[in-house]
């Protein structure tokens, strides 16, 4: 049996957290796309801890911990990861295990990110520059450098011709760079990988499904930023939907249980792209600042906005989701007035529905009202938070078709209450 946890906006909804939260009921958490451009952030009793590879489940003993095929890996971001969490007392080498079939991000493949962004002016996409693109690109360009190749005697030249292959193409860019600069402590870090546990993942994952494990999917970033389904060419390089689980992990949907989708009672995106409900005014900046909106992985702050029902439903269709999460309820507190679109005014009348190209400038939000609520962060129960948060609640849900089945009232591991 396995579950699928997943974002359902353009990332940042908080899934770091939930899946904390929901270690504790699976027997492994396996990350299945993305690579370090993911920022999960956990907060146990107010210390924080910020994951960009490993998954979230490894703060709960005896859970096993396995980055997926579908997964790019920085290693010289990874043994960072796994030194700062051993130093907090955590046991890491012990429970992760890795897939031979995951990719590696190499130092040139964050150099040619750069100098691509850079190239594109004020077209860029908004990179985060760790080299995520071009390595999903070799992967699909058939010459990518794979974990499992760290054991091969050529090794070094698969390395080394790769890496020959990049220069050529910076140079296209007229990119200045230091090559033995960039490469600095990277292949220490590879001897460091090849000391840990690295394994067929997939083989591994359908033998303990078998064997009747519990499996938590662990997605990374948002649907709105699919490469295929999302806010194209302003998305992310990997399948970030549910059925991304199946191949970045090497898993057959019919082995799919619950899908749980989760979402922030208003919406934020990090860089370029389209955003219907953006607040570019006071409310968007008190919300940026209340809800402490700054990435995870890059600090950059974040856009913020209100709900966006017509986009939330898409992303629930997409993903077959059957378990709905809020975030950040807290964040909207206090508030005059709370508002979420339901429609867009386009060119061609009012549509519910996601249009193709978000960025039509004829496309407009309609808005509804509802009512705030006060403090909720101390509520320890679903009966206890306010009935004004129960009809916004409510409200999604409606249009949705998908019941909350939790709800995140502050950013501890504690401050969540579950819906019976």
């Known amino acids: 049996m396995i579950d699928v946890l997943l974002g359902l906006q353009w990332g940042d909804e908080g899934k770091g957290k939930v899946v904390d939260v929901l270690s504790p009921r699976y027997d492994i958490v396996a990350r ?21 590879l490993i ?47 995951a990719h590696l991000i190499l130092p040139t493949h ?34 990518g450098f794979r974990v499992g190749d760290l054991s091969h005697r050529d090794s070094e030249e698969r390395y080394n011709v790769l890496v020959q292959k990049h220069q050529r193409l910076i140079q296209q860019y007229d990119y200045e760079y230091n090559l033995q600069e960039s490469q600095a402590g990277f292949h220490e870090a590879l001897d460091f990988l090849r000391g840990m546990k690295r394994i067929n993942s997939e083989q591994y994952l359908n033998d303990a499904m078998t064997g009747g494990k519990k499996i938590l999917a662990e997605g990374a970033q948002g649907t709105l930023l699919d490469i295929d389904f999302g806010t194209y060419p302003y998305v992310t390089s990997s399948n970030t939907t549910s059925a991304g689980a199946c191949i970045g992990l090497g898993i057959a ?21 389209p955003f219907p409900t953006e607040l570019d005014n006071d409310m968007g900046e008190l919300i940026r600042k209340q809800g402490g909106e700054f990435g995870a992985t890059t600090g950059r702050p974040r856009r913020t906005g209100w709900l966006d029902l017509p986009l939330l439903k898409y992303a629930v269709t997409l993903n077959g989701v059957t378990d709905l999460i809020m975030t950040k309820a807290d964040v909207l507190s206090g508030l005059d007035e709370v ?12 549509e519910e529905t996601c249009p193709y190209d978000l960025s039509d400038s004829d496309i407009q939000p309609l808005y509804k009202s509802a009512p ?28 949705t078709g998908q019941k909350t089945s939790f709800v995140s009232l502050g950013p501890d591991r504690s401050q969540i209450v579950e819906r019976a």
Request: charge should be positive.
């Open 32 to 52: 299945y796309q993305g690579g370090p451009n993911a920022g999960h952030t956990i907060i146990i009793d107010g210390v924080k801890q910020v994951l960009h």
């Open 55 to 101: 998954p979230s489940g490894i703060f709960h003993a005896p859970s096993v911990c396995v980055i997926g095929n579908g997964v790019v890996i920085d290693p010289v971001t990874l043994k960072k990861e796994i030194l700062s969490l051993e130093a907090a007392g955590i046991e890491v080498r012990s429970r992760l295990l890795i897939s031979d079939r």
């Open 110 to 143: 964050k150099l040619l990110d750069a100098a691509s962004e850079k190239a594109k002016g004020e077209k860029k996409i908004g990179s985060t520059l760790r080299g995520i693109g071009p390595t999903y690109m070799d992967k699909t360009g058939r010459n």
């Open 253 to 273: 949907p019919r082995h799919i249980r619950k899908v749980y989708g989760i979402f922030k009672a208003y919406c934020t995106r990090v860089g370029s792209g």
């Open 339 to 350: 508002q979420y679109a339901y429609a867009y005014k386009t060119s061609n009348g009012i």
């Open 372 to 399: 705030s609520w006060g403090n909720v962060s101390e509520a320890k129960s679903y009966d206890e938070i306010p009935d004004t948060l129960k009809n916004y609640i409510g409200t999604i849900e409606e249009y």
